[in-house]
C-alpha cells in the first residue's frame, strides 16, 4: 500500500506558475505509475497528468498539454506537477494519485488534495 501526501498548492495570479509535490511512502514506489487528477467546485474530477514508473512515458489531455508537466524521482519517492501560465479555469483541488503496475491513468491510491486557486 502506499500513501499519499500533496503539498505546493495557493493561490496564484493568472498567468503566474506552481509547482506540486507528492510525497509517496512505501518502499515500491517505482513500481507505480503516477498521476494528478483535479476536481473544480460542481465539476466531475479530471485527469491531469500521468507519468510511468519509470519516468519514460508521460500522458496529459489535449487541453492542459504545453502547459503542465510531470516529473518523478524515484530516489526520493516524489511526484512533480510544474504548472505554467495557469488561468482562473484552472482552480482546483489536485489530487496525486497511484497506480499499481500501470502507466497512472487509472488510480488504485489517492492522496488528500491540494487547492489551487488561480485569480484573475
Known amino acids: 500500500q502506499v500513501q499519499l501526501v500533496e503539498s505546493g498548492g495557493g493561490l496564484v495570479q493568472a498567468g503566474g506558475s506552481l509547482r506540486l509535490s507528492c510525497a509517496a511512502s512505501?518502499?515500491?514506489?517505482?513500481?507505480?505509475?503516477m498521476g494528478w487528477f483535479r476536481q473544480a467546485p460542481g465539476k466531475e474530477r479530471e485527469f491531469v497528468a500521468a507519468?510511468?514508473?519509470?519516468?519514460?512515458?508521460?500522458s496529459y489531455p489535449d487541453s492542459l498539454k504545453g502547459r503542465f508537466t510531470i516529473s518523478r524521482d524515484n530516489a526520493k519517492n516524489m511526484v512533480y506537477l510544474q504548472m505554467n501560465s495557469l488561468k482562473p479555469e484552472d482552480t482546483a483541488v489536485y489530487y496525486c494519485?497511484?497506480?499499481?503496475?500501470?502507466?497512472?491513468?487509472?488510480?488504485?491510491?489517492w492522496g488528500q488534495g491540494t487547492q489551487v486557486t488561480v485569480s484573475s
Open positions: 494519485t497511484a497506480e499499481i503496475d500501470g502507466r497512472g491513468t487509472r488510480p488504485n491510491y
Open positions: 507519468i510511468s514508473w519509470s519516468g519514460g512515458r508521460t
Open positions: 512505501g518502499r515500491t514506489f517505482s513500481r507505480y505509475g
